[in-house]
């Protein structure tokens, strides 16, 4: 299993940007898939997870700026991040885990964001 996330850079605050996490030896369908962000001086945390029936959740930090999509026939998982804050700065990690279980066990390389002000 091999994922790979794109689409990270750096953008001043009220901008955007779109990750994207390609996925090859899985398909998105067969469990949920989530991206989480990190910065050296916090625990990863979960940004936002789509699970195999579009079942969706954000965190509050994300709910009204970011929306989390999937392209089952390009097997690619999306980040649309909108009206970004400084805050956002981050390495932003695309994962999955299987159906029923607690912890997600593939993960990608991550893609740094940087929003400055």
């Known amino acids: 299993v091999q994922l790979v996330e794109s689409g990270g850079g750096t953008v001043q605050a009220g901008g955007s940007l779109r990750l994207s996490c390609a996925a090859s030896?899985?398909?998105?369908?067969?469990?949920?898939m989530a991206w989480y962000r990190q910065v050296p001086w916090k625990e990863r945390e979960l940004v936002a997870s789509?699970?195999?029936?579009?079942?969706?959740f954000y965190a509050d930090s994300a709910k009204g700026r970011f929306t989390i999509s999937k392209d089952k026939v390009k097997n690619t998982l999306y980040l649309q991040m909108n009206s970004l804050k400084p805050e956002d700065t981050a390495t932003y990690y695309c994962?999955?885990?299987?159906?029923?279980?607690?912890?997600?066990?593939?993960w990608g390389q991550g893609t740094q964001v940087t929003v400055s002000s």
């Open positions: 030896g899985t398909l998105l369908s067969i469990g949920d």
């Open positions: 994962a999955q885990r299987a159906t029923g279980s607690t912890a997600y066990r593939f």
């Open positions: 789509i699970s195999p029936t579009d079942t969706i």
